[in-house]
């Protein structure tokens, strides 16, 4: 069984940075992609950022790019995100997830793509 483990979230003011970082146990981690979803109150989860399972390739959404930055460190089993710049519209519950099927080579942005999911931490920017 897969566990995913979020942590880092917490309160910032407009303009200020965090760090998430998603602990993975119970499978070989770096065989797969991992992504970052956030689901804001009212709103559909929503794709940040994803990571190929060798670290070399990246994709975010249009929100974020230029100021967040997805990496991972497979020998520690942890993603990251970085942000920075942060914006009131960022405050959401940030959640990690892996993805279903090994060795894609181009990570996905749909959610259905992955099938592990940590419970998610709040970050929350004020104005």
């Known amino acids: 069984q897969v566990q995913l483990v979020e942590s880092g979230g917490g309160s910032v003011q407009a303009g200020g940075s965090l760090r998430l970082s998603c602990a993975a146990s119970?499978?070989?981690?770096?065989?797969?992609?991992m992504g970052w979803f956030r689901q804001a109150p009212g709103k559909e989860r929503e794709f940040v950022a994803a990571i190929r399972w060798s670290g070399d390739y990246t994709v975010y959404a249009d929100s974020v790019k230029a100021r967040f930055t997805i990496s991972r460190d497979n020998a520690k089993n942890t993603v990251y995100l970085q942000m920075a710049n942060l914006k009131p519209e960022d405050t959401a519950v940030y959640s990690c997830?892996?993805?279903?099927?090994?060795?894609?080579?181009?990570?996905?942005?749909?959610?259905?793509?992955?099938?592990?999911w940590g419970q998610g931490t709040q970050v929350t920017v004020s104005s």
């Open positions: 997830a892996a993805e279903k099927s090994p060795f894609m080579n181009v990570p996905r942005r749909r959610a259905d793509a992955y099938n592990y």
């Open positions: 119970g499978r070989t981690f770096s065989n797969y992609a």
